[in-house]
């Protein structure tokens, strides 16, 4: 199986920037979706970004124009530039990777992004 682990959180003022990692022990080419989700505290899981294959992506209508997706299958990561960032974007965020075969959806163990003064 492949393991996915993200990278990249932590503190930071509004207004600021972060670039969450999401790196795979594994090839990630055979996923044909990946996507970034967040869970900020008494809310459910949601849907931040995602991209497919081919490189198509699409986002949450609360982070179009601040972030970007973005997979390298060479390096078997995939990314979250995340600017602009606001005190409403603070959750954990998850990365996600769905593939044909079994077992078909993997997740991370999920990354703190903190945006405070």
């Known amino acids: 199986q492949v393991q996915l682990v993200e990278s990249g959180g932590g503190l930071v003022q509004p207004g600021g920037s972060l670039r969450l990692s999401c790196a795979a022990s594994g090839s990630i080419s055979s996923f044909y979706f990946m996507a970034w989700y967040r869970q900020a505290p008494g809310k459910q899981r949601e849907l931040v970004a995602g991209?497919?294959?081919?490189?198509?992506?699409n986002y949450a209508d609360s982070v179009q124009g601040r972030f970007t997706i973005s997979r390298d299958n060479a390096k078997n990561t995939m990314y979250l530039q995340m600017n602009s960032l606001k005190p409403e974007d603070t959750a954990v965020y998850y990365c996600?990777?769905?593939?044909?075969?079994?077992?078909?959806?993997?997740w991370g163990q999920g990354t703190q992004v903190t945006v405070s003064s």
């Open positions: 991209i497919t294959e081919d490189g198509s992506t």
């Open positions: 996600n990777g769905k593939r044909l075969s079994v077992p078909s959806n993997y």
